[in-house]
């Protein structure tokens, strides 16, 4: 199911992302890191984004714009979802850079046959268990982060008050069920912003490449986690 941007900007929180039948988004509401990390005129500004490349993905495609899930933070994107046609990753993230604001586009849409329904019903749960969990963590501030489920990998986007806080949050993630990876997208409060590119000028880093270790997410870099990962 797709989410269309209705809600008023306190009910739409920092993190703005749609839901789909592939990827299972569960977002937040304004709150501490709303304060802290960009304030209200940059959650206005991911609303409006979040508006403008849902409509340019509608008015393209609308079988791509219903299997895409888009998270947003501080001119942030990133996109997830699973498409058959190669052609649609390439424009949905053409079409990413396109709105004002734009600092950077995190492409991890795959191009593989869908699951359908039981994959759905399968990321719902990892995804709602995930944030059942991080509320129950006293120590973790769960409102600053954004969870997302795609055929057993987990994204996480966001942000941590502490390395300590957020090698908890992936440490939850990776023991859930089901879970196949965990990747890390989120920064330490604090680290600065990316400076905005041209007005719908491609960056050459629109996809990231993953980290090795939790301790890289300090500068903002993917970490990833998978089954035949070891940290020490």
């Keep these: 199911m ?5 809600l008023s900007l306190a009910a739409s929180g920092l993190f703005l992302s749609s839901c789909t039948a592939v990827g299972v988004a569960v977002g937040v509401g304004i709150g501490t890191a709303v304060v802290q990390e ?3 005129s940059r959650a206005a500004s991911d609303l409006r984004i979040q508006t403008e490349i849902n409509d340019l993905w509608f008015r393209y495609n609308m079988s791509m714009f219903r299997k895409l899930d888009l998270t947003i933070n501080q001119g942030r994107i990133l996109i997830t979802g699973v498409v058959q046609d190669p052609a649609h ?5 053409r079409m990413a850079w396109q709105p004002k604001g734009v600092v950077h586009v995190i492409n991890e849409i795959k191009v593989a046959k869908s699951e359908g329904l039981v994959g759905y ?4 749960w990892i995804s709602t268990r995930l944030r059942a969990a991080l509320i129950m963590a006293g120590e973790v501030e769960s409102i600053n ?3 997302d489920t795609v055929q057993g990998s987990v994204y996480l986007m966001g942000f941590a008050q502490n390395q300590a806080e957020l090698n908890q949050v992936i440490e939850t993630a990776r023991t859930i069920e089901n879970v196949k990876q965990v990747v890390s997208y989120v ?5 600065p912003e990316l400076a905005p590119v041209a007005h719908g000028q491609m960056d050459a880093s629109t996809q990231m490449t993953p980290a090795a270790a939790p301790n890289a997410a300090a500068t903002g870099e993917p970490v990833q986690w998978n089954q035949n990962s070891v940290y020490n």
Aim: proline share 0%; glycine share 12%.
């Design 2 to 6: 797709k989410h269309y941007v209705i």
């Design 38 to 40: 960009g304030g209200i």
């Design 89 to 93: 990753r390439v424009e949905a993230v």
């Design 121 to 124: 019903a399968k990321d719902a």
């Design 145 to 147: 982060y954004s969870i």
């Design 187 to 191: 920064k330490l409060v604090g680290t």
